[in-house]
């Protein structure tokens, strides 16, 4: 029905922006409707939870223009409004695909957003399992469209599946995932199948965006100053090596090769190198800063990781951290900053995770 109310408001309506949302609502606002009078003809107490009302329990924030579950609200939502419902044995019935903003607006999640609602609602009550019912028996080890396989996992880690997600799998939104807790299982169950409990695809675990973060200090800068030359450093990473001194990280520029040690093993850098400098007769410099921390995070598998990194730079900027370089790759991200702005950084984290 979401297809069809799309495919109206574009033929029909010349100027639909600001609309497209409520639009679109309206599939699953319907079925919500039409599965609260089913369940009431059967003699089931349920209570449908209207789009419109100010007590519908997903609230959504903008957030990189797109909207995203503001998780704080929508649990308090869920512990005033849905949690009393189910104590009270009455069936909370909720639309899934949107929420509410602040400013009472009816806003859809992207599509496969009903997956989301599930995890959402299901994490935040704390239950053992969220069931999602699909055209399909569960998770295939092969995509059913690139390969025949019949070969059905009977249980998956939430990365895994995010991964799987993320390259093309339809079976689940990927985004539903980051909001599985530890201690709710999800099933991939067909809508056909009655054993909702026993066969389908169990996904368990919790997804972390953060795999790893970590913080040295103290720690020095040594830098190889070039002016722009092309330097062989090959002899000076070999002297790191025999001097039995770790790179911590290492940054290039056009100017300049830095490395990041331990900073009771920066003199002895500085040393080595002054040595291989007059050996080689090279025309380099050697820099050396220390009282300095270095931050290396982790990441678990995603697609936009960019925006964590985007983050945590414009967080540090408006901290007034002051970052001397920073590296990054698709699951690393790689930072040294001042050792006197620690506590800055960790504030940061608490805001970023």
Known sequence: MTDTLEDIGRNNIENQAGNEDEILAEGEILSARILH???DHKGLESKCLRAEEDDFPIVLKRSDGTQKIDLSKTQSKIDSVVKPLVNREIIPIIPGFIGKTDDKKIKTLERGGSDTSAVVLGSA???PEVVLLKDVPGILRCDPDIRESEELLEEIDVEKALQLGNNGSEVINPNALRYKRKNTKIRIVNFDNNEFFQEGTKIVGEFEVFK?????????LVSLLTNGKKVQIDGYLESLRESDVKCLSRFESNDSYSFCVQEKKA???VDNWQDEIREKDDDILI?????LSILEIKFNYLPDVSRYIYKIQKEMIENSVEVLYTKFDSTRFTMVFKKEDLKKVKKVFEVVR
């Open 37 to 39: 009078r089913i369940l």
């Open 287 to 291: 820099g050396l800063e220390d009282d």
């Open 267 to 269: 003199d002895d850098v």
């Open 212 to 220: 790893e973060i970590d913080i040295s200090h103290p720690v020095s």
């Open 125 to 127: 009550l704390q239950l």
